[in-house]
């Protein structure tokens, strides 16, 4: 059973560092084929795409958001840890960590919860 | 790299069929066979309904089916239920540089 759960602070101020933790379990980060996302969700907003870690331990960015984001993993933790710099209210948004698997290609077939994140003085 | 585009709503009643597009460009939805499908309800994290333009990952009702024309990419659900009333947001693979982006989002409404 695949499950995957965000965690970090539910309230950080303008210019601080976030830094969230999706552990995961029913899969290996080492797996050929498997990758973990961060991806955010403002309140009544779409979807963005924000980050991807693969089994390989490459790593890529949105671009808009490229110099303020770095994701890492570690593997004999089951977790993936994004780190977003100089937050602000915009950045206000739920969280969420999910799974691409190779069955799925690029798709994200496991999703966790989601944490909301308040940016606010 | 822009949002990928979707009408901003959709509705039908029970039992009929609805279809929401999703229009990119050359560089994501044109290039690649890489679009997925999510269904999220109030609340909730979102849900993988199709991926890879067509496929139906296991236990997804067969009422839902995605395609392909040029840039744009379709989801359709037939039958319409009440329980499918819900946002539904596409998403494409974009390249090494840009990577992923999703659509805005449609809300879709069973009358």
């Known amino acids: 059973q695949v499950t995957l759960r965000e965690s970090g602070p539910a309230l950080v101020k303008p210019t601080q560092t976030l830094t969230l933790t999706c552990t995961f379990s029913?899969?290996?980060?080492?797996?050929?084929?498997?990758?973990v996302s961060w991806i955010r969700q403002p309140p009544g907003k779409a979807l963005e795409w924000l980050a991807l870690?693969?089994?390989?331990?490459?790593?890529y960015y949105s671009t808009s958001l490229k110099t303020r984001l770095t994701i890492s993993k570690d593997t004999s933790k089951n977790q993936v840890v994004l780190t977003m710099t100089n937050m602000d209210p915009v950045d206000t948004a739920t969280y969420y960590c999910?799974?691409?698997?190779?069955?799925?290609?690029?798709?994200?077939?496991?999703w966790g919860q989601g944490t909301l994140v308040t940016v606010s003085s | 790299q822009s949002a990928l585009t979707q009408p901003a709503s959709v509705s039908g009643s029970p039992g009929q069929s609805i279809t929401i597009s999703c229009t990119g460009t050359?560089?994501?939805?044109?290039?690649?066979?890489?679009v997925s499908w999510y269904q999220q309800h109030p609340g909730k994290a979102p849900k993988l309904m199709i991926y890879e333009v067509s496929k139906r990952p296991s236990g997804v009702s067969n009422r839902f089916s995605g395609s392909k024309s040029g840039n744009t990419a379709s989801l359709t659900i037939s039958g319409l239920q009440a329980e499918d009333e819900a946002d539904y947001y596409c998403?494409?693979?974009?390249?090494?540089?840009?990577?992923?982006?999703f659509g805005t989002g449609t809300k879709v409404t069973v009358l």
């Open positions: 029913g899969f290996s980060l080492s797996t050929s084929g498997m990758c």
């Open positions: 050359s560089s994501d939805v044109g290039s690649y066979n890489l």
């Open positions: 870690i693969d089994w390989d331990d490459d790593k």
């Open positions: 998403c494409s693979y974009a390249g090494s540089s840009t990577f992923e982006v």
């Open positions: 999910a799974r691409t698997s190779p069955d799925t290609a690029m798709a994200f077939d496991y």
